[in-house]
Structure formats: structure tokens, C-alpha cells
């Protein structure tokens, strides 16, 4: 009997540990065959495991204990090592996290929702940037930042620039692959309207160039986010010409100084201004002469011009703001990145200088018929019932009009006036519940005055509330299209999910919202 519960005892330990042994085994080889390609495979063993990791980690959210943490992290200085990474993976049944500049709102480049192991690829490496000023084109890598991507092309020809965004900490990679919305995205476009070729390492590890990818494939990594059909390490820009001087202004007014009427009138025209000029409003609590908290709408603009030229077109089309030629100044094209980012010279683009580190939440809405006015003293209320919560709003019109909802799978085109981002930023993680759930809130609050049916969304502020898949082997089109795809890319999303059929079937490329396979 004795002998017989002994038997039990231990046959019940090598259930437990023969698992852990095999997974332990599979772990080593998994490893063995990364390292065989590259000396760049950092494991949790590593002393510079967490550094890497944490290096352009910028949402404190996600850099908790608990986040889940990758078996490795891989800096490759080649495509030849991005293969073997693919190739790696695939075969060891490993899942791969892509990271450019970190910035993911979801924190998805770095940590996954599953339970199967993952290891992150990380760009930072693999950010040269080479330009052809002759023919105003650029190659960059997918590990560059934009704030790079400024500063070398501003280096070679002070009037070529790129369309892109405003903060200069963005990498390349994940930026262009949603699309890419910037301050002159009225004249230009988006950052991936202006993207002429690519290099994508597929699910077979093969690399492509857009004549070998196909012009389906070639469409979807413009717009369609990135992770989904495989890992773009470089991308042709097109670059745009700029002046030698453009104008800049942030004029501010609260609501007793008639900030809620000015913004009630720029809901009308700041998508039919002049292409050369842009006006966001960026809304957040401030104060009272009197210490009462009160909000600041704050006018946030440039104008590819002289101040004279900017003064002339404001009087015609916005003369209530009351824009004087002291509130504006004319800089150049690369100080104006510098105005925006609030940076103070060119050198920290240059030097990659990292984002500062904070808690933050964030989501996104589309604008296709102005707020009635008389509602807007709602969502002022909505807005002070927070700390430090900021609504971004930037138009479209202009370039936007004339672009086709089908020509990239950004659809929010011709139509929407404006686009919001809802930010939050707070201190501590024991604060975390209380703004999330302030956000959520005003999420639900503005759905009678956002676009409908369906209520759009922009994929570079990714939005898990959404939805998520439930994993790679059950991974479902419709409902994926119905809680979040439809809204990121409108009727865009089925082509979206057929290039990932063909591309992808056996969905390697998986992510809580990567696009799911579908067959034709």
C-alpha cells in the first residue's frame, strides 16, 4: 500500500515538472537558435535585460511588476537578423512584440494579454536615414524617431521637411504604419501618404520591396497599423517642400475671455481655411484672474508663410480671435518642431533625447458636424470634473478632402471636420482607477456629438475598451470588425483582413487587435 501511494506521489511530481523541464528545454533551444544570427538576444538573465526594456517604455502603466515581461529582447543591426528572428519564432510557435519608438497607448510593442511566451524586436539599432535631396526622397529606418527624421533632413536642405507628427519621440515604424497625422497634414496629407516604397520581412522571413510585396500588401502597412502583416524595417519618403520662414502662434483664452465662442467658431472653419494654414485647439482646466478653475482654450497654429501673409489670411477667415502680428513669429521650418514639441534646440532631436516617463490614458474621436454651441458648457463641466485631462482637436479639410477614403486604409477623410484626442496624465499609479474611469465617462458623454456608425477612431491612439481578439487560433472577423476594426478603418477593414488571409493565414503576426486572417 505504502509502496503504491509512493507510485501516485511521484508520478504526480513528473506531471508537474516534466512540463516545466520540456518549456525550460524549448526556452534554451528557442534561444540557441536566435543567438546562432545575432549577439543582440538580451534574456531576463541579462544585466541589461531591464534597461532595454524599460528604455522607451513612456507610460508608466505598463512598466509595473506585473506587466508581463518578454522571454528576450532582440536589438538586430541587420534584416539578416530580423529574418532569423521571424524564422526563430515561427518555428518555436514564439510570439513577436515590434517596437520602434515605444509609444504604442496600449503599451502592445512590449507586453502581451496572452499566456504564450513572446520575445520583443526592438528597432532601436536600426535607424539610419539616408536622403536624396536631388529627388526629395529618404530612406529611414523603422527604429528612427521622426524627431531624427527632422533633424537630418532640415541638416541636408533647409527647405525640405517631412509631414509628420508633432512629438518628436515617435518611432518611424509604428507612426507611419497607422498613418501619421501632423501639422501639415492640410497641405501634405498623412506621413504614410507620403511613403513611395518599403522593406517588410513577411511571415516567411522573406524581405520585400513594394514591387515584390504587391500593391495590396503595399496599401495595408500605410495606414492599416503596424504588427499585423509583418516587420517594415525602412520606408521611401517623399519629401515636401518648405519656405525658408513659416509663422507660428499659441494664443490662449479662457472661457470668460470668450474662449467657448471662438471655439464654436473655429469648429466651422478650420477645415476650410486655406491649406497653408492650420489652427488646432488643445482645451484643458486652468484659472481665473481670481485662482477660480475655469477652462483655457488654447489656438495652437502655423501657417507655411510670412506673418503679414498669416495676419491677411486670419482677418479674412477668423478676425474674432484677434490674432496681432506680436502674438505670431516667423521661424523656420525646424524651429517650428521645436515650438511644438517645446524643445530648445535641434540637438535633441538629434540625440534621441528620451520622453519623459508618466502615467497616461488616452482615446480618440471623430467630428463630422460641429457641437451645438449650446452643449459645449456641458463637456467644460465634464472636463473639470478631472485633474489634468486635455482635449487636442486638429483639423482636417484641405489635402485631407482630396484624398479617397480607399486610397490608404485611413477612411477619415473627405467629410470630418476635425479629429480629438482625450488626454490624461497623473503621478502615481494609486490614482490609475479613478482618471481611467473619469475617461471612460467622457468617452460615453461625447457619443451624441461624435461621427456615428460607425463612431470612428484613430488606431495610433489605440483604444483596447474597444475590443480584443481572443487569440490566434480563434481570432474572428466580425467580431473584431464590429467592436474595433470598422472603427479604426471603416469599410477598409475587410480588404484589410483579405491581404492578412493571403499574407499571413496562420496569423504569426498576432496581437490583442492585429488584423485577423480572413479568406476570399
Avoid at 221 to 247: E, M, Q, Y
Avoid at 418 to 438: L, M, V
Wanted: hydrophobic share 35%.
Amino acid at each position: 500500500m505504502e509502496l503504491h501511494i509512493i507510485t501516485k506521489i511521484l508520478l504526480s511530481v513528473l506531471v508537474i515538472l516534466f512540463p516545466l523541464a520540456f518549456s525550460q528545454s524549448s526556452n534554451d533551444k528557442f534561444i540557441q537558435c536566435l543567438s546562432q544570427n545575432s549577439d543582440s538576444v538580451l534574456t531576463q538573465n541579462n544585466t541589461q535585460y531591464s534597461s532595454i526594456l524599460q528604455s522607451t517604455i513612456v507610460n508608466l502603466r505598463f512598466s509595473a511588476s506585473t506587466t508581463s515581461k518578454p522571454l528576450a529582447i532582440i536589438t538586430p543591426l541587420t534584416y539578416a537578423h530580423v529574418q532569423s528572428v521571424v524564422t526563430c519564432s515561427k518555428n518555436f510557435g514564439y510570439r513577436v512584440r515590434i517596437r520602434s519608438g515605444g509609444h504604442d497607448y496600449a503599451g502592445l510593442s512590449y507586453s502581451s494579454h496572452d499566456q504564450v511566451p513572446f520575445v520583443v524586436l526592438d528597432h532601436q539599432k536600426l535607424r539610419s536615414i539616408n536622403i536624396d535631396s536631388s529627388k526629395k526622397t529618404a530612406w529611414v529606418e523603422s527604429g528612427a524617431t521622426i524627431g531624427e527624421l527632422y533633424y537630418w533632413v532640415s541638416q541636408n536642405n533647409k527647405n525640405l521637411g517631412f509631414p509628420a507628427g508633432v512629438c518628436p519621440t515617435i518611432g518611424v515604424g509604428g507612426h507611419l504604419s497607422g498613418g501619421g497625422l501632423g501639422i501639415l497634414v492640410r497641405k501634405y496629407g498623412l506621413a504614410a501618404d507620403n511613403v513611395v516604397d518599403a522593406r517588410i520581412i513577411d511571415a516567411n522571413g522573406k524581405i520585400l520591396d513594394r514591387k515584390a510585396m504587391g500593391k495590396d500588401l503595399f496599401w495595408s502597412i500605410r495606414g492599416g497599423g503596424g504588427g499585423s502583416f509583418g516587420i517594415v524595417v525602412a520606408w521611401k519618403v517623399k519629401l515636401i517642400s518648405v519656405p525658408d520662414k513659416v509663422s507660428v502662434f499659441s494664443l490662449s483664452k479662457t472661457l470668460e475671455q470668450g474662449g467657448s465662442d471662438l471655439f464654436n467658431k473655429w469648429q466651422s472653419i478650420g477645415s476650410k481655411l486655406s491649406k497653408y494654414l492650420l489652427i488646432r485647439v488643445i482645451i484643458l482646466p486652468g484659472s481665473t484672474g481670481g485662482g477660480s478653475r475655469t477652462i483655457k482654450v488654447i489656438f495652437n497654429s502655423m501657417f507655411l508663410g510670412t506673418v503679414d501673409n498669416l495676419l491677411k489670411t486670419m482677418n479674412n477667415s477668423f478676425p474674432e480671435l484677434g490674432l496681432q502680428a506680436k502674438d505670431c513669429s516667423e521661424i523656420s521650418w525646424i524651429e517650428s518642431i521645436l515650438f511644438f514639441a517645446n524643445y530648445p534646440d535641434t540637438s535633441v532631436l538629434r540625440d534621441r533625447k528620451p520622453e519623459a516617463r508618466k502615467y497616461f490614458n488616452a482615446k480618440s474621436d471623430y467630428v463630422k458636424a460641429p457641437i451645438p454651441k449650446e452643449r459645449l458648457q456641458d463637456i467644460w463641466n465634464w472636463m473639470l470634473e478631472d485633474d489634468n485631462p486635455i482635449l487636442i482637436m486638429e483639423p482636417h479639410g484641405g489635402r485631407m478632402d482630396e484624398i479617397g477614403e480607399t486610397s490608404t486604409p485611413y477612411p477619415h477623410r473627405k467629410g470630418y471636420l476635425y479629429n480629438i484626442q482625450y488626454f490624461q496624465t497623473w503621478e502615481n499609479s494609486d490614482a490609475s482607477d479613478k482618471h481611467i474611469g473619469w475617461m471612460r465617462r467622457m468617452y460615453t458623454n461625447m457619443k451624441p456629438y461624435v461621427s456615428k456608425n460607425p463612431r470612428s477612431t484613430y488606431v495610433n491612439y489605440r483604444d483596447l475598451d474597444l475590443g480584443e481578439n481572443k487569440n490566434a487560433n480563434n481570432t474572428s472577423y466580425s467580431e473584431a470588425a464590429m467592436q474595433w476594426g470598422s472603427k479604426y478603418f471603416g469599410n477598409n477593414f475587410r480588404k484589410l483582413a483579405l491581404v492578412k488571409g493571403v499574407v499571413d493565414p496562420q496569423n504569426f503576426f498576432y496581437f490583442e487587435q492585429s488584423i485577423p486572417p480572413l479568406k476570399a
